[in-house]
């Protein structure tokens, strides 16, 4: 129910069934237990969501103790925990810290999983977003491309992952002023989600502004008025 009030933006009252689950999970099972581990992280999630990254960062670090404790130092559900905190530090631009932490959450998913993996493909995905934030441009570039590659072999060209590659790509040649390239990038990824998710998922939605956006800078009034249209009619 914390989740589903979550979901339809009643945040009050998911916070309030989320810490009263804590409380008996805390009770009843122990404070280290790993389903007190999983309500926290939504509970932490929530607070990123509404924008309260000082709750949502104490309630994460807590998250990876129980995970560290009773999982150990090798388990994919830490790498998790360090990904959520690397998210998490980047949104609030503390890069360093972000950076550290997705490198530990790519090492232990290596461990476990090996090179061909999607949650490989995430760790890069995710720290190629970090530096691109940082303007290392060229290692974003880089990052894009290898997970790109693992997530085609590993998810086939049609899954809603390689669209958002494509979608970072196309958004990182914008920055840099290759609209072409950025423009096939984005057509790329419209093609796809079209293709898994339908016309009217927001995944659609966010790309039709993407080309919107970069057609209306590239002096294109014509495909930024029919894109913006399209949009509109995904919102009515």
Request: glycine letters at 6%.
């Amino acid at each position: 129910m914390a989740t589903l009030y979550r979901g339809v933006g009643k945040y009050d009252d998911s916070e309030l069934l989320y810490q009263k689950a804590i409380k008996i999970q805390k009770k009843t099972q122990g404070k280290t237990h790993l389903d007190v581990a999983d309500t926290l992280n939504n509970l932490a999630g929530l607070y990123r969501t509404i924008g309260n990254f000082e709750k949502a960062l104490k309630i994460y670090q807590d998250v990876l103790e129980i995970r560290r404790s009773t999982q150990g130092n090798n388990h994919p559900n830490l790498a998790t925990a360090f990904n959520d905190l690397a998210v998490l530090y980047r949104e609030v631009g503390q890069y360093f810290q972000a950076e550290q932490y997705f490198q530990q959450a790519q090492a232990i998913w290596h461990q476990v999983f090996g090179d061909q993996h999607p949650k490989i493909a995430l760790a890069l995905h995710n720290l190629a977003v970090l530096y691109r934030k940082m303007r290392r441009y060229t290692d974003t570039q880089k990052l894009l491309e290898q997970a790109l590659e693992i997530r085609l072999q590993t998810l086939g060209e049609h899954h809603p992952q390689v669209a958002n590659n494509f979608n970072s790509l196309g958004l990182l040649a914008q920055l840099v002023g290759n609209y072409a390239t950025a423009k096939s990038h984005y057509e790329q990824a419209l093609n796809i989600q079209r293709h898994s998710e339908g016309d009217q998922h927001p995944h659609v939605a966010i790309t039709l502004s993407n080309l919107a956006t970069l057609d209306a800078a590239t002096a294109q009034p014509i495909e930024a008025i029919a894109n913006s249209y399209l949009l509109h009619q995904m919102e009515i």
